[in-house]
């Protein structure tokens, strides 16, 4: 058995152990594709700033520590400007918890939204047939490596450049649309170019929503309980928000992961004080009890029902609690 087989196992039977890979086909995917062929070279954070490790270093050693890299439930730097994460490659564990929330079915025809290595649309691929496959970023440097990586690995998905916000109308409709970039609203042209009941699934103020699909211009869902930090959509959209002050609050909720979500979402709406009182009052609650509704031009997160008492507009937020 190669090395890098052996590797792949074992990384399958790690993510498998968490509780994702249910489905055979997504396993079989897991399996066959090798991660290491889309990651040619990858940074490790090390003092002072980031070292650089690749399949063709003439030390082997240093070979040998890339490709079990390459095959750890983690996720890898893999372009760097000006000293700051312009790509990545996702951790395989979450990427499989993504995949398997899209409900993926024999036939589906999935966009997706951020190419960055090629190894997710690979997997999409081997699962659903690479006709079914459509992958975008905004940087032409990206795109032409994805496709480099997908061609060694045998694959011939539809690999496009351009602004990831406004889909790839050209291959519409779609039945799946997966963003691996996090977004700060729902951008109009995805549901615009899904099919009724299509599935839309994005990391939004450091969650995963998942949106039903409900007719022209209008989808609705929840979050899944799994946190999800990805870097942001490059393109058209919102430009970068600050940081909201927030001293004054207890240290244990500021640092509590759940209330850095409820910041996220509710910024531009509610100041943290008041999202503070709220996260107290609703018993700290988790992300499955807030959603999200597109309806035409407007939309608005929730908790616990789009109608309720607690609402707020996506658009035009003016601070983000960072942390990322």
Known sequence: MSADLALRRDL??????????????????????????????????????????WG??????????????????????????DGDLVSSSSQPSLMARMLEALDLRD???????????GYNAALLC????????????????ITESARTHLEAAGYHPAVMTGDGARGVPARAPFDKVVAT???????????????????ILAPLATGLIRLRVAGPGRAEGRFLHTPAYFVPLRGTGSPPRGTPYTGGLPRESVTNELFRFLLELTAGSLDPYE????WRREQRP??????????GGAQWAWLDDPQGPYTWPLRDRPFSPGGR
Request: charged share 25%; glycine share 10%.
């Open 12 to 53: 399958v039977r790690r993510i498998a152990a968490g509780g994702a890979l249910a489905d055979p086909a997504l396993r079989a995917a897991f399996e066959d594709v090798p991660r290491h062929l889309f990651v040619p070279y990858y940074y490790e954070a090390a003092p002072g700033g980031h070292v650089r490790l």
């Open 56 to 81: 063709e270093d003439p030390d082997q050693g240093r070979r040998e520590r890339w490709l079990t890299g390459a095959y750890a439930d983690a996720p890898l730097g893999t372009r760097m400007r």
């Open 107 to 117: 036939g589906d025809r999935v966009l997706e939204i951020g190419a960055g290595t």
């Open 126 to 141: 081997h699962r659903l047939g690479e006709a079914n496959v459509t992958t975008v970023d905004l940087d032409p440097e």
């Open 181 to 199: 970039c996090t977004v700060d609203s729902v951008p109009e042209d995805w549901p615009a170019q899904c099919g009724t009941g299509a599935l």
């Open 275 to 278: 999202a503070h009182a709220l």
């Open 286 to 295: 988790p992300r499955e009890r807030f959603g999200v509704t597109v309806d």
